[in-house]
C-alpha cells in the first residue's frame, strides 16, 4: 500500500472522522483531513463544495448544533493497493426526524483525507421520513434503522 498504511489504518480513520463529527469535535475533524481537503456534495446544497479543513471541519459541526445530525457507517470498502475507500453512510437529523443514506469515494494523502465526493442514495425529498432506496431490505442487511 502507498505511503505505508495499511487498509486498518484507512478503515480506522474513516471511524475516528465520523466519531468526530458525531461530537462535533473540531479539532478531532481537523486531524482526519489535509489543509487542502475538498468535500464534494450533489447539486441542490447550498456553498458547496466544501474546501479546506477548517470550512468541513465548522460546517459538520454547524449540521450537529442545527439539525441534530449523527451518522452512521453502514459499509466500508477499503483498497488494497491505491490510497482509497468506498463507504455506506446514514445521516440521521434528528431534530426534524429525518434521515438521508449515501455513499462517499474517499482519496488520502499523508495519511489523512485529501477528498470526499458524497452521492445520495435519492434525492433529498423533503416529504420523506427517511430517504433511501426503494423497495432495498434495509432491516434484512441490517442498516441501522434510528439514530445511534
Not at 7 to 36: E, K, Q, S, V, W
Not at 54 to 71: N, P
Not at 110 to 116: A, P, S, T, V
Request: with cysteine.
Amino acid at each position: 500500500m502507498s505511503q505505508n498504511h495499511s487498509p486498518a489504518y484507512y478503515d480506522a480513520l474513516i471511524r475516528r472522522y465520523f466519531d468526530a463529527c458525531n461530537a462535533a469535535d473540531h479539532g478531532a475533524l481537523m486531524a482526519c483531513f489535509t489543509p487542502d481537503a475538498v468535500h464534494y456534495f450533489p447539486a441542490g446544497l447550498p456553498e458547496v463544495p466544501w474546501r479546506g479543513a477548517d470550512t468541513i471541519s465548522r460546517k459538520w459541526i454547524w449540521c450537529v448544533e442545527t439539525l441534530g445530525s449523527q451518522w452512521t457507517i453502514e459499509r466500508i470498502l477499503i483498497s488494497h493497493d491505491k490510497p482509497e475507500a468506498m463507504i455506506e453512510w446514514t445521516h440521521w437529523k434528528n431534530k426534524d426526524g429525518t434521515a438521508l443514506r449515501g455513499a462517499e469515494w474517499y482519496i488520502f494523502k499523508d495519511g489523512k483525507i485529501q477528498e470526499i465526493r458524497a452521492y445520495y442514495a435519492s434525492p433529498a425529498d423533503k416529504t420523506t421520513q427517511i430517504n433511501e432506496l426503494v423497495d432495498f431490505d434495509y432491516t434484512g442487511r441490517g442498516y441501522h434503522l434510528r439514530s445511534a
